[in-house]
């Protein structure tokens, strides 16, 4: 299937390791070009390195909570493409714990890079985006049944996919599609800190693993694909949705 994805330039957060490297991979093996950032240089380096090099990618270390990261990745994107055609914002996870535990310190320091910094984003890209352009939001399957251990996610993401989809409603006219990812247990480093934390990540993976349908963690390259996709003009028609990828672990509809 061609995604109409050759040619075009798209920026992708947190995209030195992780679900955002997955994604950017996705991206460029149907042919986009991409921007990515990290909060290292080296880590960003080796991903642009990963991706293919200068052609195919180029680095912005930046955090997704700094007011200018936006703009620098279109000012990257321009620079070096010439273009840019959208943006999937991904961001650390919040740090676990439950609602008696995190501190006011963990709630503001996740609100500015998970939440607020995911919307400073969209909206800057927003008014640099024409007809086909395409924003993304990976978020999590705690956006509708809060994960046991992770309260700052479970309170964050859920407001964060209802702007989401406010914004798909506003940007709809002008031909901009907005949507949501909803991974659950994909195999990431994320993933296996979570695992490690109470002493048992074997046991705690064959656990969780016991929940999935389909009986495994999900590789990061199958929510890679799903991104491109949703990223790509074969999408066209869909905006405003929230989208699992997590092997069926959500059971409502």
Known sequence: MDLGLEGRV????????????????????????????????????????????????????????????????????????????????????PPAGSMLSATDEEWVGAFESVFLGAVRIARRFAAELGEGGAIGFVLSGSVREPIGGLAISNGLRPGLAMAAKTLAEELGPQGIRVFGLLPARIDTERVQHLDSLGGDPEGARARASAGIPLRRYGRPEEFGKVAAFYLSPAASYLTGVMVPVDGGVLKGI
Do not use: C, M, W
């Not at 986009?32 to 293919?52: F, I, P």
């Open 10 to 93: 798209y920026a992708v957060t947190a995209a030195s390791r992780g679900l955002g490297f997955a994604s950017a991979e996705a991206l460029v093996a149907d042919g986009a070009r991409v921007v990515v950032t990290g909060r290292g240089q080296a880590s960003v380096d080796e991903a642009v390195k990963r991706l293919g090099g200068p052609a195919s990618a180029v680095g912005v270390v930046a955090d997704n909570a700094a007011p200018d990261t936006a703009e620098r990745l279109i000012a990257a994107a321009e620079q070096h493409f010439g273009r840019i055609d959208g943006v999937l914002i991904s961001a650390g996870g």
